[in-house]
């Protein structure tokens, strides 16, 4: 059974940063396509940044320049780091791992809150 566990939300000050981690457990060892998402009540999941099985990085616009994501020593385990941070990068923030297929999970989720 796939699990994907987030940890490393919370409160943070306008300017301020955050580190987000996702680590897969159960199923395969192959390397996965990992990635981040948001979504904000009301609105649609929004794609954030992604690392591929090649470790070719992807990011939104919107981020692009503040948040960085990483595979941690080559295994399916991500960080998003994320700096100066702004109101409206408030989300519950998700992690999602896919092998191609039907092989796509989801995490549960972490609130990333930006307030002063």
């Known amino acids: 059974q796939v699990q994907l566990v987030e940890s490393g939300g919370g409160l943070v000050q306008p300017g301020g940063s955050l580190r987000l981690s996702c680590t897969v457990s159960?199923?395969?060892?192959?390397?996965?396509?990992m990635a981040w998402y948001r979504q904000t009540p009301g609105k649609q999941r929004e794609f954030v940044a992604e690392?591929?099985?090649?470790?070719?990085?992807n990011i939104a616009n919107s981020v692009k320049g503040r948040f960085t994501i990483s595979r941690v020593n080559g295994k399916n385990t991500i960080d998003l780091q994320m700096n100066s941070l702004k109101p409206e990068d408030t989300a519950v923030y998700f992690c999602?791992?896919?092998?191609?297929?039907?092989?796509?999970?989801w995490g549960q989720g972490t609130q990333v809150t930006v307030s002063s």
């Open positions: 159960g199923g395969t060892s192959r390397i996965a396509t």
């Open positions: 690392i591929l099985s090649s470790d070719k990085v």
């Open positions: 999602n791992a896919f092998w191609g297929g039907a092989s796509n999970y």
